[in-house]
């Protein structure tokens, strides 16, 4: 699905298996963000190859957090050129659960980040972004922010008409309410999340955070 000239979504939408949302950022350096599930993988090698993108193409990959849903997919893309990044808090969670996440089929050592996210501005090949460290869903969940664009990519934080849940190891609904509620401030033209359809326009991302406050918010 293309959002942008710049920004391509591939939506996952089977009802009966789990798998994240993956974005492409087509810019100078190319950047595939939450690569989902190994077996589930085919669907964003397929939505690459219809735009002409192979993965020898991808120079980034960004994992938003270290659940198995967004995270497994590193492994193969390790072994090509991308380089692997996430937020530092996270990748200490990951190695942390080592054995957990070997059991959801991850080799955490195959995994190794090439360099740790802090919240601030990352610039990558004149392509400038914001990084935000949104806890609440896991301890080192982040939200990437684009200003040229607009966009904001928010992994598992909030969705269309709802948000992440906490009862995972490092949940917590506090940091949740927080972390959503600093994001509803910033000028977001497109809602990228981590499940469910993407939001297109400010009106409707706007609204979209002021109903997931004023509906699930009582419920955390």
Request: one cysteine or more; glycine letters at 8%.
């Amino acid at each position: 699905m293309k959002i942008t000239d710049q920004i391509h979504a591939f939506v996952w939408e089977s009802t009966t298996a789990n798998n994240c949302n993956t974005y492409l950022i087509n810019g100078p350096e190319r950047i595939l963000i939450d690569p989902g599930h190994i077996e589930h993988f085919n669907h964003v090698e397929q939505g690459l190859e219809e735009i002409g993108i192979s993965l020898d193409d991808i120079g980034l990959i960004i994992c938003t957090h270290a659940h198995p849903d967004h995270f497994e997919g590193v492994q193969l893309l390790k072994k090509t050129k991308a380089k692997f990044a996430m937020h530092h808090k996270e990748w200490y969670l990951a190695k942390a659960m080592g054995k957990q996440l070997s059991s959801s089929g991850i080799d955490i050592e195959s995994c190794i980040p090439d360099f740790l996210l802090r919240e601030g501005k990352f610039s990558i090949n004149s392509t400038d972004f914001n990084i935000y460290h949104t806890p609440g869903h896991s301890p080192g969940s982040i939200s990437i922010y684009w200003p040229e664009q607009k966009a904001l990519f928010t992994g598992d934080l909030i969705f269309k008409e709802g948000l992440g849940r906490t009862d995972l190891p490092g949940g917590d609904s506090q940091q949740l309410k927080q972390s959503i509620n600093n994001l509803s401030l910033l000028d977001t033209d497109f809602l990228l999340s981590g499940h469910g359809a993407v939001i297109l326009n400010a009106k409707e991302v706007k609204s979209n955070f002021e109903q997931v406050k004023n509906v699930w918010f009582n419920y955390l």
